[in-house]
């Protein structure tokens, strides 16, 4: 059975979860979202502790990659694509990455918005880690958003993700 991994390349606060809730409910695909992990780890703790956060999110993470058919990781793949793309192989996936390739300009106006003053801090470097994401792996990514298609990318990102998805069980239901 093919099972499929869909993902996003880009940044945090570029609305990454709208997207993948959208997609989820359409086409009845679970997800995985590494801010719910977070957040039970501040709650569980009751302080922001990104090492047992990672903790929980890596094993988490294997576990559903072993098990599950097919899922949705909200969370971008930029800083760890090389890693998650081994063990993905390993176990079958077919995957379906988004890069969602915004400007700086229009990327800080998202964290203005939004008020993620912090993010406002590290842009350069979350742009920087993009641009060598896109220049390592570029034949990795399926769709492209930008500013000429962002307001139509929860359409898009479904037709797209829903096309992969058919063509898949096409080839599993073929025969030689």
Not at 4 to 10: K, N, R, T
Not at 31 to 57: G, I, P, Q, Y
Not at 84 to 104: A, G, P
């Amino acid at each position: 059975m093919n099972k499929i991994f869909v993902s996003y390349a880009w940044a945090v606060g570029c609305w990454k979860s709208p997207i993948t809730n959208y997609i989820s409910t359409k086409l009845r695909l679970p997800t995985f979202n590494t801010d719910s992990v977070l957040s039970e780890v501040c709650e569980d703790c009751l302080e922001l502790n990104r090492e047992e956060a990672h903790k929980r999110v890596e094993k988490r993470l294997s576990k559903i990659i072993k098990d599950w058919i097919s899922f949705i990781y909200d969370a971008s793949v930029d800083r760890r694509w090389w890693v998650l793309k081994d063990s993905l192989i390993k176990y079958w996936y077919r995957c379906f990455i988004i890069s969602i390739d915004l400007e700086k300009d229009t990327l800080l106006k998202f964290y203005t918005t939004k008020s993620y003053y912090e993010s406002i801090k590290r842009i350069d470097d979350v742009y920087q880690d993009h641009q060598k994401f896109l220049k390592e792996f570029w034949a990795d990514i399926d769709l492209y958003i930008n500013e000429n298609n962002y307001k139509e990318r929860l359409d898009v990102v479904y037709m797209a993700v829903s096309k992969r998805i058919k063509g898949l069980e096409i080839n599993e239901n073929s025969t030689f």
